[in-house]
């Protein structure tokens, strides 16, 4: 067994509402100094020693980002 | 005329879109999410709602649903196909329409009567109005702000394929205002706000939505 990794953000030029709620909330909680928060998502997969990396590719690009507003990375990390 | 409804887990909006089909006297053909076939159908309604709980991003996973890979190949044949909120979100994940729908800009559900403008009268579901018409439909979403890079936006707007423009105040965020799409062939709509909501003024703001479901009947009636 690997895991993988797979990193989603918005990309840079589609708002991010979330994002910019999280970093309007920090100056509130005493927090200074933070300029600007993007918000995306983490997934943590647990896969098969077989499956190769253009598989994995597929998967990001099909399924867990969306190519029209979303980048996003894979890595294989120790378990 | 016979159309199918599609359920979903989480879909919401089935039974109303049900309904306007009747009140445009067509027969309503409930599918399944499960269903490997669309049961003869002349269109089908992708309805609104939470499909699969949201989950991931709102219609990602319906779109790998049994019954949408039929829905994709009848598409790309021609048949009708209406996507409403949930629904225009699973047809744009389903790259049956371009373009993302993404978080509203201000993060608020907007809930509220809305006025749209009627810019293109040449859809499938779309012949029954006249081109400028501004109609009063419900908008209820959390996630309608449409969103698609310059060349795709260019391509909608010199091809005439925004079918529903918001008028007022943009409720979500959307590109150019843009409440509704169509694809190059006229045959598939997305939309945000729900005409289904809108087809009697007895449990809705307007009848303004039923003409959606008339101009379907005529697109049947005549292929």
Same mark, same amino acid.
């Given at each position: 067994?690997?895991?993988?990794?797979?990193?989603?953000?918005? &990309?840079?030029?589609?708002?991010?509402?979330? =994002?910019?709620?999280?970093?309007?909330?920090?100056?509130?909680?005493?927090?200074?100094?933070?300029?600007? +928060?993007?918000?995306? &998502?983490?997934?943590?997969?647990?896969?098969?020693?077989?499956?190769?990396?253009?598989?994995?590719? &597929?998967?990001?690009?099909?399924?867990?980002?969306?190519?029209?507003?979303?980048?996003?990375?894979?890595?294989?990390?120790?378990? | 005329?016979?159309?199918?409804?599609?359920?979903?887990?989480?879909? #919401?909006?089935?039974?109303?879109?049900?309904r306007a089909v009747r009140y445009a006297d067509g027969e309503a053909v409930p599918l399944w999410?499960?269903?490997?076939?669309?049961? =003869?159908?002349?269109?089908?309604?992708?309805?609104?709602?939470?499909?699969?709980?949201?989950? #991931?991003?709102?219609?990602?996973?319906?779109?790998?649903?049994?019954?949408?890979?039929?829905?994709?190949?009848?598409?790309? $044949?021609?048949?009708?196909?209406?996507?409403?909120?949930?629904?225009?979100?699973?047809?744009?994940?389903?790259?049956?329409?371009?373009?993302?729908?993404?978080?509203?800009? $201000?993060?608020?559900?907007?809930?509220?009567?809305?006025?749209? $403008?009627?810019?293109?009268?040449?859809?499938?579901?779309?012949?029954?109005?006249?081109?400028?018409?501004?109609?009063?439909?419900?908008? $209820?979403?959390?996630?309608?702000?449409?969103?698609?890079?310059?060349?795709? #936006?260019?391509?909608?707007?010199?091809?005439?394929? +925004?079918?529903?423009?918001?008028?007022?105040?943009?409720?979500?965020?959307?590109?150019?205002?843009?409440?509704?799409?169509?694809?190059?062939?006229?045959?598939?709509?997305?939309?945000?706000?729900?005409?289904?909501?809108?087809?009697?003024?007895?449990?809705?703001?307007?009848?303004? =939505?039923?003409?959606?479901?008339?101009?379907?009947?005529?697109?049947?009636?005549?292929?």
């Amino acid at each position: 067994m690997a895991r993988v990794v797979v990193d989603v953000m918005p &990309k840079p030029e589609i708002l991010d509402p979330q =994002g910019q709620a999280v970093a309007n909330a920090l100056p509130r909680l005493g927090f200074d100094g933070v300029t600007a +928060v993007r918000q995306g &998502k983490h997934f943590e997969l647990e896969v098969a020693d077989d499956v190769d990396d253009a598989t994995l590719a &597929k998967i990001a690009e099909t399924f867990l980002a969306n190519p029209v507003i979303e980048d996003w990375t894979v890595r294989r990390v120790e378990a | 005329m016979r159309v199918g409804v599609i359920t979903f887990p989480g879909t #919401l909006d089935d039974v109303d879109a049900q309904r306007a089909v009747r009140y445009a006297d067509g027969e309503a053909v409930p599918l399944w999410h499960g269903d490997h076939d669309l049961k =003869g159908v002349d269109a089908v309604i992708v309805p609104g709602g939470f499909s699969y709980g949201d989950y #991931l991003r709102c219609g990602a996973i319906a779109r790998f649903a049994p019954v949408m890979q039929e829905v994709i190949e009848a598409a790309n $044949k021609g048949m009708p196909v209406l996507g409403i909120c949930n629904g225009f979100q699973v047809l744009a994940e389903a790259h049956l329409l371009p373009g993302a729908l993404t978080r509203n800009h $201000k993060l608020h559900f907007v809930c509220r009567d809305q006025w749209l $403008k009627v810019e293109n009268t040449s859809t499938a579901w779309t012949t029954r109005y006249d081109e400028g018409a501004e109609i009063l439909v419900p908008l $209820k979403s959390g996630e309608g702000g449409y969103q698609a890079d310059e060349d795709t #936006l260019k391509e909608l707007e010199d091809n005439g394929r +925004v079918v529903f423009r918001y008028v007022g105040d943009n409720p979500n965020g959307s590109r150019n205002n843009i409440a509704g799409i169509t694809n190059a062939r006229g045959n598939v709509v997305g939309l945000m706000p729900h005409p289904e909501h809108a087809i009697d003024a007895l449990t809705g703001p307007t009848d303004d =939505g039923l003409g959606m479901f008339l101009s379907l009947l005529d697109t049947v009636v005549k292929a």
